[in-house]
């Protein structure tokens, strides 16, 4: 079962192109949650995702709460800059759910509230900033993710598979 991608009323085309790109070759699914700051067919959303659309396993809520009522909520993480504990510091299953809000204001506190202190992950950075891009964020966490599970499904060999070279 593949990793459940979620955006929360993103607002930036080209960073959800982006993001629609990394689900893509990532093997994750994505979940973007309205209201969406552009229209799916815009042109600089097309621009950052190339051809990957049709690859990519995307899916459109019309709220959170819909979204949540689809998915098992027991495995789900929010990304918020007040997250107690670093993204690396979880250990991801297959089939979890990484939610992230939008770039001008993450993740509302509503949807904060529903999270367990644990299950509220952040991405470390310099103190006298207050974010980094959205799609850099969701590559780091989903990055890691994967790499947990060896990234599974992907060219990169496991232990027991034989050499590129022998």
Not at 67 to 94: K, N
Not at 134 to 159: H, I, K
Request: net charge negative; glycine share 6%.
């Amino acid at each position: 079962m593949p990793f459940n991608v979620v955006l929360v009323a993103p607002e930036i085309p080209q960073n959800t192109g982006n993001i629609i790109r990394l689900c893509a070759n990532t093997g994750a699914r994505l979940h973007l949650v309205e209201p969406l700051g552009f229209g799916l067919s815009e042109k600089a959303l097309r621009r950052a995702y190339l051809d990957y659309r049709d690859l990519a396993n995307m899916v459109v809520h019309e709220s959170f709460e819909s979204f949540a009522e689809s998915t098992d909520m027991t495995r789900a993480f929010a990304a918020t800059a007040g997250g107690v504990t670093t993204y690396d510091q979880v250990e991801y299953l297959d089939g979890d759910t990484v939610i992230f809000g939008s770039e001008s204001k993450g993740l509302s506190d509503h949807v904060i509230a529903k999270f367990a202190p644990d299950s509220r992950i952040k991405i470390p950075m310099m103190t006298s900033n207050r974010s980094i891009n959205l799609s850099n964020a969701v590559s780091l966490v989903v990055y890691e993710m994967w790499r947990q599970q060896s990234f599974a499904g992907s060219d990169v060999p496991t232990p027991d598979s034989k050499p590129y070279f022998s």
